[in-house]
């Protein structure tokens, strides 16, 4: 069965630095993209970014790039998402997603993990 | 960016009604779209790619179609289990977007 397992909500001060991770089990976690996905209070879904772990290949949003850092360790099927300085404009649920590497147009977050809530206050 | 305008923000509507949502592309992104439910204090569901390809286990009263700039998701008959919002998501270029969604609720 596939499953993605995240970290526990955090509660964090601005300036504090974060990492929540994802961990994939049950496919072959070296083909197939995670993707992360922010969701503020009350909004809607945002994409930031992409990594293949098999190859630490990365895709960012633009909205994104330089405020969060997309790693993956391949020998323990995890992926993380960091921040080195939070703010409080970050509090949000934050949700990582597999997708195959769209061959042939089958693509999209097909499996979904069950997101970690992120709450910066001072 | 592709920008993926979902209309209505907001649908009312009854068990057994036949809805029809629609998600419209800045640009043209061939059929590669995706649709997505997500339910309160959920992580979103997938259930159509390439416009219109029904994921594995999604009920088939759920369609997608179209092709460039303008997309459909239809929900044949309504069911109490399809209350929730629903976004599209564009994976034609990156950085992939989604739509703004599209909350069903009961009429």
């Known amino acids: 069965e596939v499953q993605l397992v995240q970290s526990g909500a955090q509660v964090k001060k601005p300036g504090e630095s974060l990492k929540i991770s994802c961990k994939g089990s049950g496919y072959s976690f070296t083909t197939y993209w995670i993707g992360w996905v922010r969701q503020m209070p009350g909004k809607g879904l945002e994409w930031m970014g992409l990594?293949?772990?098999?190859?630490?290949?990365?895709r960012y949003s633009p909205s994104f790039q330089g405020q969060v850092t997309i790693s993956a360790d391949k020998s323990i099927s995890t992926a993380y998402l960091q921040w080195s300085s939070l703010k409080a404009s970050d509090t949000a649920m934050y949700y990582c997603?597999?997708?195959?590497?769209?061959?042939?147009?089958?693509?999209?977050?097909?499996?979904w993990g069950q997101g970690t809530l992120v709450t910066v206050s001072s | 960016d592709i920008q993926m305008t979902q209309s209505p923000s907001t649908l009312s509507a009854s068990v057994g009604d036949r809805v029809t949502i629609t998600c419209r592309a800045s640009?043209?992104?061939?059929?590669?779209l995706a649709w997505y439910q997500q339910k309160p204090g959920k992580a979103p569901k997938f259930l159509i790619y390439k416009a219109s390809s029904l994921e594995t286990g999604v009920p088939s009263r759920f369609s997608g179609g179209g092709s460039g700039t303008e997309f459909t998701l239809t929900i044949s008959s309504l069911q109490p289990d399809d209350f929730a919002t629903y976004y599209c998501q564009q994976y034609n270029s990156y950085p992939w977007t989604f739509g703004q969604g599209t909350k069903v609720e009961i009429k």
């Open positions: 990594i293949y772990p098999g190859d630490s290949a990365t």
């Open positions: 640009q043209s992104i061939r059929p590669w």
């Open positions: 997603a597999r997708t195959p590497d769209c061959t042939d147009g089958v693509c999209g977050f097909d499996y």
